[in-house]
């Protein structure tokens, strides 16, 4: 039986104890990594990283008979290539669907219905009402139709809205399309919410073409990861002000200060906020104490990435 390293201690006191056997230690990240006992780091097998620490990963040099990582984020292009052969990924699928799904629908609405106008009148004195766009009976495209635009759609269908579902495949029991119908789909839809993992494939997936394809006035929103979205692209369309935006997500990151997306119109822009929200720590806890049961048990882990190819 190896050991487990998780990002906090004491879990066993919020969800009963750790299974017979299993040593559970604890790192947050950013403390010294010198309070472990080197013979904990020598007898870790699965470790669940911290959250949102950048440079996490340097103990995956310290830890010699690791052979599971769990991550606590969905997207995990980055530390992918970073893991030694034999160590097999685990990725936080489902943690952040609530979390990423009200920030997607946040923005739609603050989009739709002009909030940042009305933010600035506030702050202007001025009182200039007008009609708005709404989200209710407007058509949804939401491509990368997965764990967290599943999340989207129950939200948007409360709101009155029609989703229209884009997949990598598509699957009509469904309803999914693939993506190659893009182009056919997206001259009818009012918004477009991407929210894709970043693979090869992804990248530059929705471009000058699909955004060309939408409506005059459609709205894109990006919750997933920048590079599926061609930057240059949409700048050319919000500056002439022909598409709007609206984006948790940017490539680059963090956007610099002075690049022109902050000040194109029509755009607004979060800097990559949608996980980082209080309903992420007990989905995440949940997670963490499953994980290290079937460690336990011998059992497989849940959510498996499958290794690059
Ligand atoms: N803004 C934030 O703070 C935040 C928070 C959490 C996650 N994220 C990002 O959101 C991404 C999605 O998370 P998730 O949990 O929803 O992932 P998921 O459940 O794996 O869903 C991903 C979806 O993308 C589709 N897809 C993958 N490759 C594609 C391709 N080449 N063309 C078209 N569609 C493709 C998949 O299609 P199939 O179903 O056909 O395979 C699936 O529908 C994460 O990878 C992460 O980067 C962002």
Redesign the pocket.
Known sequence: MTDVLIPWPQLDERHGPWPDGTRVHAWDGRTPVERLSADALDAVGLWVMPYAVADAHRLLARLPRLRAVQSL???V?KLQPLLPDGVALHNG??L??A??AE?ALGLILAAQRELPRWVADQGAGRWAPHFTRSLADSRVAI???????EALERRLLACEAEVVR????A?PEHH?HA?EELPRLLPEVDIAVL?????P??TG?FGARELAALPDGALVVN???GRTLDTAALLAEATAGRLRAAL??TDPEPLPADHPLRRAPGVLLTP?????AASFRPRAERLVVEQVRRWAAGEELLNPVPAQG
């Open positions: 984020s969905a997207g292009e699928r489902g952040h669907d979390s990423t920030h491509v990368g139709y997965g764990s967290i635009g884009v997949a990598r495949r699957r999914v993506v929210t894709l993992p970043e693979t494939a992804t997936l919750v997933g990861r948790d997500v990559h906020i949608g996980g980082g």
